[in-house]
C-alpha cells in the first residue's frame, strides 16, 4: 500500500554544502571565470552535493576530469575517468556519486565518488550509446534514453538508434526497459528513430521524450513507453534525419518549454513551443530573437530561462541567410508574460557548451566550440533578480514509532526556508529497494500528518528531500536524507 505520510524522532542533517555568495558583479551580465584545465566541448558539468562542479569527457574523447569551486573561481583535476569518453552523460545520484556512462563507441559506466575524488568502474550498459540523455528519475533510477551507436561504416555520421535501459544504484546494473512506442519499423526511425532527443521528468513522475515531430512518455511505473501529442516545429522538415541540439526545459507551473535545434542539418530553428502534461498537448508560442542550434536553456530561481549562444541562420542586408557560427547572443524567456527578451552577451562565442546553476543562484558557462575550435574558457551569469535556492538542514520527528490511526509532527529546518515552502518526499516501503515519491508531503516548517489505518505496517524509509515555494514547481532535484520510522497496525 503506497505511503501517504511519515513520521518518526530523528534528527536527518542533509549534506547540501554550503550556501554561496555572488562573487561582485553586475546583475544580468556574464563575467568570466577562471579557465578549466583543458579545452572541452560537448562535455558535462554536474553540481555535487558540496556546490562543487564535475567536469568529465568532450566530444574529442577525453579521460580527464575536473572540479569547479564557486567560492575560488578555479577549475582543479581531479582524478581521471576508468575510459576516454566523447559525449558521455552524467547523473547525480542520491547518495551523492555520479553516473558517467557511455560515449562514442562505448558501452561501459563508472562511478565518480567526491569523497576520494575516484572513479571506479560499475555495469556495462545493454547497448552501446552515445549522444543520449540520462534521466534521474523520481525513484532514485536512471532512465537512459534517445541515445544511439555508429552505422556501418560511419557513413556520414549517422547512427542507429538503440534501446532505453535502466540503471539501478542499489545493484549497479543496467537493465533494458520497454521499447519507444513509435516502432512502425521503416527506415528513418530504425536509422534515427529519437537519437538526440530531448528528456523531462515531469512532475508525476513520467518522462517526456521529444525529438520533432515525435514525442512520446515513458511510464517509470510500468517501464513502458506511449506517444503523446505532436510537436509544432519541424513537421514539414521531417526528413531521413533527426532534429538535434534544442533544449527542452520543466518550469515552475509544470509545462515544459522546448526551443530551437536543427533538423538535419538543414533548418535552424527559431520557434518554440510548450508541452502541457495535463492535456498531452503541444502549444505553438512566440520564437526567439534568434534561430538556435547546441545553445544551453537554463532555469533560473525566478522561473526565468536563460538561453545562450548556439548557432543558427541570419539574415543579412535583406537576404536570408548566411550561418553565423557559434554566437555570444542570449535572451530570457518568461513564462508570465510568454516572451523572449535578449539580454546582454557572452564575452565569448559558444556552442555546445554547458551552463550549470549553482547553489547561489548564478550560471556556469563552460567551454563549447568558438571562433577556432574548442575552448577552456569559463564564466559567470548572475541573474537580475537572485533569488537563493532553499536548502534544507535537517528533519525532526516527534517519535520514533507511529500507530496507524493516529498522528505525528514533523519540523524542518535550513535555509532560505519559510512558512509557505513545500516539501516533496521520497521514501522505500517495509521490504522493499524500490523508491516512490510523495509530492507536496507536506507545506511549512511545522506540520502533523495523520497515519490511515490500514497502512502496511512495518519500517519506512524516507530517502530524499525536496523543497520548493510554488506548489506546482518540481523542478529541483531530490537531496538524499537517511531517515527510517516503523509503523505499528
Known sequence: MRMTSLSGTLLLLVVFGHTFNAAAQAPGTFTPTGNMTTARYGHTATVLLNGKVLITGSSDRQASAELYDPFTGTFTATGNMTSTRSVPSATLLP????????GYNLGTAELYDPATGTFTATGNM??????????????????????????????DGCVIVDRPEIYDPATGAFTATGDYADTSGDLWFETYGLVGASTTVL??????????PTAELYDPATGTFELTGQMTRGRSDRQPGWAIGGTAT????????????????????AEAELYDPSTGTFTA????????????????PDGTVLIAGGQGWDAIDGRCC???????????????SGAFTSINSMNVRRL???ATLLNDGRVLITGGVGSSGSIDTAELYLPSVVVPAP??????????????????????????????????????APGSNASEFVLNWQRGLSASHPIPIGIEAGRWTINGVRAHEIETDHTGSFMPVAATITVSP
Open 95 to 102: 547518495d551523492g556519486r555520479v553516473l558517467i556512462a557511455g
Open 126 to 155: 545493454v547497448t552501446t550509446q552515445h549522444g543520449h540523455r540520462a534521466t534521474l528519475l523520481n525513484n532514485g533510477k536512471v532512465l537512459i534514453a534517445g541515445g544511439g551507436s555508429s552505422c556501418p561504416n560511419n557513413n
Open 203 to 212: 512532475p508525476n513522475g513520467k518522462v517526456l521524450i521529444a525529438s520533432e
Open 250 to 269: 520543466l518550469l515552475p507551473n509544470g509545462k515544459v518549454l522546448l526551443a530551437g535545434g536543427n533538423i538535419f542539418e538543414m533548418s535552424y530553428l
Open 285 to 300: 508560442i512566440g520564437s526567439m530573437n534568434k534561430a538556435r542550434e547546441a545553445q544551453t536553456a537554463t532555469l533560473l
Open 322 to 336: 548566411y550561418q553565423t557560427g557559434s554566437r555570444t547572443d542570449a535572451e530570457l524567456y518568461d513564462p508570465s
Open 352 to 354: 555546445w557548451h554547458v
Open 391 to 428: 536548502v534544507v538542514t535537517s528533519i525532526q520527528f516527534d517519535r520514533t514509532t507511529v500507530v496507524a490511526g493516529t498522528s505525528y509532527s514533523v519540523n524542518v529546518s535550513g535555509s532560505n526556508l519559510t512558512p509557505q515552502t513545500f516539501f516533496d518526499v521520497r521514501f522505500a
